[in-house]
């Protein structure tokens, strides 16, 4: 049975549009189930009914004919309860609905299962018999199997076009796709399409003019491909017997079948460029080695993919160099690189969508610096149909919408016009102090891990760095960096930003965050080796890093530091100790080297519950709301199937701040906020009235929440954290800010403005 669902699952992987998936459902299952017949009906969500979309035993000319309402048939009984039914005798059934022009009536025994995902029904499918005899337990449990494993692939390929649009020839699509946010911000543009080298399986659909041109593009692949691999049998000829040369025979021979050459180029003819009908011909060579029985035969199909890479190989030389970016263009592609990035022309690029990737993904940072909207994660996007499409991202919450209906389209086009009014606007605010209206003030400072975000920094006027990753120069290098270059780095930022502070985070890796050079290797990365405990368990880079930070310092005297992951106390004594010596063996000689100030991040829950402790060893608390919310949550914060339960205003973590800030306060030290949520100017408020003393947040935020706090009383925010206290969802509480907001005329401050 595994071996059915693999080869099933992957050919509908394969597929390369929702019709082609649905027929290969409907062929495969009602052979893996002996059924006569297997028919896929798929929710069309607009018209509010199941539409037959592909069907194995019934009419074929009524498929796209029979639509049933959301509760008419035993589909709709199977949609409405998500529960699969199964009965021997359909037809005296009382649900039963007769289509006199699918032949059903030949059919009474009828097993229906819903298909699933993330909480929607997408469809139902349904196999029937000629007898009156009920599908057994067995075959009852293949196909709830087959229909929960197809429910993503079918997410995937529907994401591209939507039922209405295979039934009504449209392609607007209104739902979102759901990714992570990973720089803030709204761009609506059109998809270019980036794809590794020689990725056959990323190369995307595109339509050409110039069909002689992709013809000579594709034979001189070719031709250049036969020269190579001659080369190797020629290398290969004092090392391999002739038998095993034999295997590039094969190559040679596949390089100049009819098959390949003539299937690629009638593929050229109907105007797709020449690298996908490529991709297309060998997909086809490739199912037909896959399906094979023999196990020696079905490897064969790996050889036919090496050869369309080589092939694709050489077609890809020079393609992007005569490539004219669109003004608008948002970048997508399932891994974006840095270098990727860097070749789109500045004032072309306006959004970035990865479908791997996270908030500290390197091509998140860099957008995060450019100012662009990136959503990272979006895994449901079907990255090879979407080059040239209209695409919406939404960086603020995450979501990508890909050739969007036009009401969708027009809310966010009013929400990217009231952005760019507001950003004028907001820069009023810039030499204005962060001060409620009965006087009390919160200084605002930006996150950042690279020198360029403080050219915008100083723009809006930030009051210092209240959190420098330190870990993007270690992600960056090859190797771990020197002292000296180290100290360079941060003695750079430190200079850039005084006599305003700069509170600078020891190396934070672990989790999410790689070296390439420090693999680690884990099964439960955020529950493991990360943050503090790697470099207490590596003194020697820790110590580096200690050094060079307090020599960067030296003079300026404005740098804080801060110790990420704490999760118990010793950590932090020991961390100390090692600071200590550090400073000790510095000062000797060198009086300019002085002790910072030492500040905790509270980011896990056994560090809430250990705050009074901790405060009394340091002088500031700075909370992690990112991995606070994530630990206290359970919620992955890279996860994008659990992203909707991500959220930071959850009535748990706000008593978890309300604690930590009492806490901290009773031992007289001040308490920072540094995750994300210090940048949401709904989150502002509470903040302010749970008495936070600071707030660091990204630099797109920083003007927004000043103009929140500016605009009502610390005593009014102290109220409004009691009502949101006594709520019992991060919905009702959101909700509850909004209307505050809107009251005050603060309406367009309230992120992404589409929700
Ligand atoms: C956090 O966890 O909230 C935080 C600020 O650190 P990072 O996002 O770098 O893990
Ligand atoms: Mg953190």
Same mark, same amino acid.
């Given at each position: 049975?595994?071996?059915?669902? !693999?080869?099933?699952?992957?050919?509908?992987?394969?597929?390369?549009?929702?019709?082609?998936?649905?027929?290969?459902?409907?062929?495969?299952?009602?052979?893996?189930?002996?059924?006569?017949?297997?028919?896929?009906?798929?929710?069309?969500?607009?018209?509010?009914?199941?539409?037959?979309?592909?069907?194995?035993?019934?009419?074929?000319?009524?498929?796209?004919?029979?639509?049933?309402?959301?509760?008419?048939?035993?589909?709709?009984?199977?949609?409405? @309860?998500?529960?699969?039914?199964?009965?021997?005798?359909?037809?005296?059934?009382?649900?039963?609905?007769?289509?006199?022009?699918?032949?059903?009536?030949?059919?009474?025994?009828?097993?229906?299962?819903?298909?699933?995902?993330?909480?929607?029904?997408?469809?139902?499918?349904?196999?029937?018999? !000629?007898?009156?005899?009920?599908?057994?337990?067995?075959?009852?449990?293949?196909?709830?199997?087959?229909?929960?494993?197809?429910?993503?692939?079918?997410?995937?390929?529907?994401?591209?076009?939507?039922?209405?649009?295979?039934?009504?020839?449209?392609?607007?699509?209104?739902?979102?796709?759901?990714?992570?946010?990973?720089?803030?911000?709204?761009?609506?543009?059109?998809?270019?399409?980036?794809?590794?080298?020689?990725?056959?399986?990323?190369?995307?659909?595109?339509?050409?003019?110039?069909?002689?041109?992709?013809?000579?593009?594709?034979?001189?692949?070719?031709?250049?491909?036969?020269?190579?691999?001659?080369?190797?049998?020629?290398?290969?000829?004092?090392?391999?017997?002739?038998?095993?040369?034999?295997?590039?025979?094969?190559?040679?021979?596949?390089?100049?079948?009819?098959?390949?050459?003539?299937?690629?180029?009638?593929?050229?003819?109907?105007?797709?460029?020449?690298?996908?009908?490529?991709?297309?011909?060998?997909?086809?060579?490739?199912?037909?080695?896959?399906?094979?029985?023999?196990?020696?035969?079905?490897? !064969?199909?790996?050889?036919?993919?090496?050869?369309?890479?080589?092939?694709?190989?050489?077609?890809?030389?020079?393609? !992007?160099?005569?490539?004219?970016?669109?003004?608008?263009?948002?970048?997508?592609?399932?891994?974006?690189?840095?270098?990727?990035?860097?070749?789109?022309?500045?004032?072309?690029?306006?959004?970035?969508?990865?479908?791997?990737?996270?908030?500290?993904?390197?091509?998140?940072?860099?957008?995060?610096?450019?100012?662009?909207?990136?959503?990272?994660?979006?895994?449901?996007?079907?990255?090879?149909?979407?080059?040239?499409?209209?695409?919406?991202?939404?960086?603020?919450?995450?979501?990508?919408?890909?050739?969007?209906?036009?009401?969708?389209?027009?809310?966010?086009?009013?929400?990217?016009?009231?952005?760019?009014?507001?950003?004028?606007?907001?820069?009023?605010?810039?030499?204005?102090?962060?001060?409620?209206?009965?006087?009390?003030?919160?200084?605002?400072?930006?996150?950042?891990?690279?020198?360029?975000?403080?050219?915008?920094?100083?723009?809006?006027?930030?009051?210092?760095?209240?959190?420098?990753?330190?870990?993007?120069?270690?992600?960056?290098?090859?190797?771990?960096?020197?002292?000296?270059?180290? @100290?360079?780095?941060?003695?750079?930022?430190?200079?850039?930003?005084?006599?305003?502070?700069?509170?600078?985070?020891?190396?934070?890796?672990?989790?999410?965050?790689?070296?390439?050079?420090?693999?680690?290797?884990?099964?439960?990365?955020?529950?493991?080796?990360?943050?503090?405990?790697?470099?207490?368990?590596?003194?020697?880079?820790?110590?580096?890093?200690?050094?060079?930070?307090?020599?960067?310092?030296?003079?300026?005297?404005?740098?804080?530091?801060?110790?990420?992951?704490?999760?118990?106390?010793?950590?932090?004594?020991?961390?100390?100790?090692?600071?200590?010596?550090?400073?000790?063996?510095?000062?000797?000689?060198?009086?300019?080297?002085?002790?910072?100030?030492?500040?905790?991040?509270?980011?896990?829950?056994?560090?809430?519950?250990?705050?009074?402790?901790?405060?009394?060893?340091?002088?500031?608390?700075?909370?992690?709301?990112?991995?606070?919310?994530?630990?206290?949550?359970?919620?992955?914060?890279?996860?994008?199937? *659990?992203?909707?339960?991500?959220?930071?205003?959850?009535?748990?973590?706000?008593?978890?701040?309300?604690?930590?800030?009492?806490?901290?306060?009773?031992?007289?030290?001040?308490?920072?906020?540094?995750?994300?949520?210090?940048?949401?100017?709904?989150?502002?408020?509470?903040?302010?009235?749970?008495?936070?003393?600071?707030?660091?947040?990204?630099?797109?935020?920083?003007?927004?929440?000043?103009? *929140?706090?500016?605009?009502?009383?610390?005593?009014?925010?102290?109220?409004?954290?009691?009502?949101?206290?006594?709520?019992?969802?991060?919905?009702?509480?959101?909700?509850?800010?909004?209307?505050?907001?809107?009251?005050?005329?603060?309406?367009?401050?309230?992120?992404?403005?589409?929700?």
């Amino acid at each position: 049975m595994l071996d059915i669902l !693999r080869r099933i699952v992957q050919e509908v992987s394969a597929a390369r549009d929702l019709g082609q998936a649905l027929n290969i459902i409907v062929r495969r299952v009602r052979h893996a189930m002996d059924a006569d017949v297997c028919s896929v009906y798929l929710t069309d969500f607009d018209e509010q009914t199941y539409v037959l979309m592909a069907t194995e035993g019934l009419n074929p000319e009524s498929v796209g004919t029979v639509r049933l309402g959301f509760s008419e048939g035993l589909v709709g009984v199977v949609g409405m @309860r998500e529960e699969p039914i199964n009965v021997d005798d359909a037809t005296e059934d009382p649900h039963y609905r007769y289509f006199p022009q699918t032949g059903e009536e030949h059919y009474p025994a009828f097993l229906g299962v819903p298909i699933v995902h993330s909480r929607k029904v997408l469809g139902v499918l349904v196999v029937q018999r !000629r007898t009156t005899q009920k599908f057994t337990e067995n075959g009852e449990a293949l196909l709830v199997t087959v229909a929960a494993q197809l429910a993503g692939a079918i997410a995937h390929a529907e994401a591209s076009g939507g039922v209405s649009g295979l039934v009504n020839g449209n392609l607007h699509y209104s739902t979102p796709l759901v990714g992570l946010p990973g720089a803030p911000g709204v761009a609506i543009g059109t998809a270019v399409v980036v794809y590794p080298p020689a990725d056959l399986d990323a190369v995307p659909d595109r339509q050409v003019d110039d069909i002689a041109a992709e013809e000579a593009v594709f034979l001189a692949a070719i031709a250049a491909v036969r020269v190579d691999i001659n080369a190797l049998v020629q290398r290969m000829t004092n090392v391999l017997p002739a038998e095993d040369r034999a295997l590039f025979d094969a190559y040679l021979l596949m390089l100049s079948s009819d098959s390949l050459l003539n299937n690629t180029r009638q593929r050229i003819q109907t105007g797709q460029w020449a690298s996908a009908a490529l991709r297309d011909t060998i997909h086809e060579h490739v199912h037909v080695f896959d399906n094979m029985e023999d196990p020696y035969l079905r490897e !064969r199909a790996e050889d036919v993919r090496d050869l369309g890479r080589r092939i694709l190989m050489h077609m890809q030389r020079g393609i !992007r160099g005569g490539f004219k970016y669109p003004d608008d263009t948002i970048l997508i592609g399932d891994v974006i690189t840095a270098s990727v990035l860097a070749e789109v022309p500045p004032e072309c690029l306006k959004g970035v969508v990865s479908t791997r990737g996270s908030t500290t993904s390197h091509v998140a940072i860099l957008a995060h610096a450019l100012n662009i909207p990136a959503v990272m994660g979006a895994a449901d996007l079907p990255v090879g149909q979407v080059d040239s499409k209209n695409i919406i991202v939404d960086g603020y919450r995450g979501r990508v919408f890909v050739s969007p209906a036009k009401s969708v389209l027009d809310e966010y086009a009013r929400v990217v016009r009231e952005q760019a009014a507001l950003s004028a606007e907001l820069l009023n605010l810039r030499d204005l102090p962060a001060e409620t209206t009965d006087g009390v003030r919160l200084p605002l400072y930006v996150n950042t891990g690279l020198l360029a975000d403080l050219t915008s920094a100083r723009n809006i006027g930030a009051e210092g760095v209240g959190l420098y990753r330190t870990e993007f120069p270690f992600m960056i290098r090859e190797r771990f960096p020197s002292e000296e270059e180290q @100290r360079q780095v941060y003695r750079n930022m430190l200079e850039a930003v005084a006599p305003k502070p700069v509170t600078m985070r020891t190396l934070d890796i672990g989790g999410d965050k790689a070296l390439p050079y420090f693999p680690i290797k884990e099964d439960n990365p955020f529950l493991g080796w990360r943050g503090m405990r790697i470099t207490l368990d590596h003194p020697e880079i820790f110590l580096v890093q200690l050094r060079a930070m307090l020599r960067a310092n030296s003079g300026l005297n404005n740098m804080k530091l801060l110790l990420p992951m704490i999760t118990n106390v010793a950590e932090v004594d020991e961390a100390l100790r090692l600071l200590r010596r550090a400073h000790h063996e510095l000062m000797d000689g060198d009086e300019s080297i002085v002790m910072p100030e030492v500040g905790v991040m509270i980011e896990v829950p056994s560090a809430v519950y250990q705050t009074a402790l901790l405060a009394q060893r340091v002088d500031f608390i700075s909370v992690g709301t990112n991995d606070l919310t994530q630990y206290l949550l359970a919620v992955d914060r890279n996860n994008p199937r *659990v992203a909707n339960l991500f959220d930071a205003l959850h009535p748990a973590v706000l008593r978890a701040l309300v604690y930590i800030v009492e806490q901290a306060h009773l031992h007289g030290k001040p308490v920072s906020v540094c995750g994300e949520i210090g940048g949401d100017p709904l989150a502002a408020l509470l903040l302010v009235g749970m008495g936070v003393d600071n707030l660091s947040m990204n630099v797109a935020s920083l003007l927004r929440v000043k103009s *929140v706090i500016r605009a009502f009383s610390a005593e009014y925010a102290r109220e409004l954290l009691q009502h949101a206290l006594d709520m019992e969802n991060p919905q009702m509480i959101r909700r509850l800010l909004t209307d505050a907001l809107q009251r005050q005329g603060l309406g367009a401050l309230v992120q992404s403005g589409v929700r």
